[in-house]
């Protein structure tokens, strides 16, 4: 039985928190687990804590509210952003704390869930040791420019490197280091696929007979919130949206003013515009049943392109997904076979794909096809095999 230690950027029960949390149940199966993660929030923290209760095998230590990082990925911070140079100069700080941290745990294998640890590539006590970092971020800008190098460069220490796509792999094209493909996967008991439409808007406490788009991703202007709302606004009364992820009040904890001028530009429009009440915040959802059941059709208007978890988790309830065509999402969303795909910031090429799916029979075809394409290519048993071999290879 090995022992693998995992480190993780964030406590943000996000994409990448719950393929950590579905990975160190695997794991720990077989393997020892220990698990460093961000106090700030407490999220993943509080359910890695549930998980050892469960399991002796598993043990969490928080490190801190923030990680050293790079953070300067596709939906990152920008160049010479206050944020980016923060968390760049925080890795320099924190070397000594984190190869004290490895040499008392003396794990086999340590690996780091995310591109943004990359730094952690030149640890001397990282060095000795299997080293895994899984990459969940596409490569931001143009892949050839100073700094996209330099990250190119510190993931090319580790041993190995998994992305999860093929796209995203041979975009880093990396030549140390063994690269893999392991596709994001879905744990089933995680959600209850037999609510029905109408129980889920019961418990969501949403009118009824109206046609609902999900969008998963809160008040962020990357992820395209504004553009979806002005989709919505122009349509029919009976489209409602639901909206997941960060609310106003949420999203305006930041330091940023350009964030903070975004939030405040649309909450007063919609209170202006929305006068039917036709936009349904929930905040931040720790459960996504409810909300996969009681939509139609998902959205997810990301304006760079972005890692969208929530594209298969949908197609677990035979729900079809409207997407912006970039090329990393071609793997994953085949146009008029499992989603719509449409051109970035068209909004009304997103209005025209959301109305074409209100015809019932395309809505349907879509739906059960992303359903197979859930099953085939995010299937927890292939994912966690491979992810199993990468460790004990």
Request: net charge positive; with cysteine; charged share 25%.
């Amino acid at each position: 039985m090995s022992k693998v230690l995992f480190i993780h950027h964030s406590g943000i029960l996000g994409g990448a928190g719950i393929s950590l949390i579905n990975v160190v149940k695997s794991v720990a199966r077989e393997h020892n687990v220990f698990v460093g993660v961000s106090s700030d929030p407490e999220d993943i923290l509080t359910l890695i804590r549930q998980l050892s209760f469960e399991n002796p095998n598993i043990k969490v230590f928080s490190y801190g509210r923030r990680i050293g990082a790079i953070t300067y990925y596709s939906g990152g911070d920008t160049l010479f952003s206050p944020r980016l140079i923060y968390r760049y100069l925080l890795s320099f700080k924190q070397r000594k704390y984190w190869n004290r941290k490895i040499k008392e745990i003396n794990p086999d294998v340590v690996i780091t869930n995310s591109k943004i640890l990359c730094w952690m590539s030149g640890l001397t006590q990282l060095k000795c040791r299997k080293s895994i970092c899984f990459v969940r971020e596409t490569v931001k800008g143009n892949r050839k420019s100073f700094l996209n190098n330099q990250i190119a460069k510190k993931l090319d220490k580790y041993k190995k490197v998994v992305f999860l796509s093929e796209y995203d792999r041979k975009l880093e094209n990396l030549k140390c280091a063994e690269t893999y493909v392991v596709h994001n996967f879905i744990s089933s008991d995680q959600f209850d696929t037999t609510l029905s439409k109408n129980e889920a808007i019961n418990l969501l406490s949403l009118p009824k007979d109206k046609f609902y788009v999900l969008y998963v991703g809160g008040v962020s202007e990357m992820k395209g919130f504004d553009l979806i709302v002005q989709a919505v606004l122009q349509m029919d009364d009976d489209v409602h949206l639901i909206v997941a992820g960060n609310d106003f009040k949420q999203a305006r904890v930041t330091k940023n003013k350009s964030e903070i001028d975004y939030v405040d530009k649309w909450q007063y429009l919609i209170e202006k515009e929305d006068k039917k009440g036709r936009i349904h915040f929930l905040g931040r959802v720790k459960n996504m049943s409810s909300c996969y059941a009681a939509c139609d059709v998902l959205v997810f208007p990301m304006r760079s392109p972005h890692q969208s978890r929530p594209a298969f988790e949908a197609g677990l309830f035979m729900k079809p997904i409207i997407i912006s065509d970039f090329e990393n999402i071609s793997e994953f969303v085949r146009n008029n076979e499992n989603g719509l795909r449409f051109p970035p910031n068209d909004v009304e090429a997103l209005t025209n794909a959301i109305m074409s799916l209100r015809n019932d029979e395309l809505r349907k075809r879509l739906g059960k096809n992303n359903y197979l394409n859930t099953l085939e290519n995010h299937n927890k048993e292939k994912s966690c095999e491979k992810i199993r071999m990468l460790i004990e290879k």
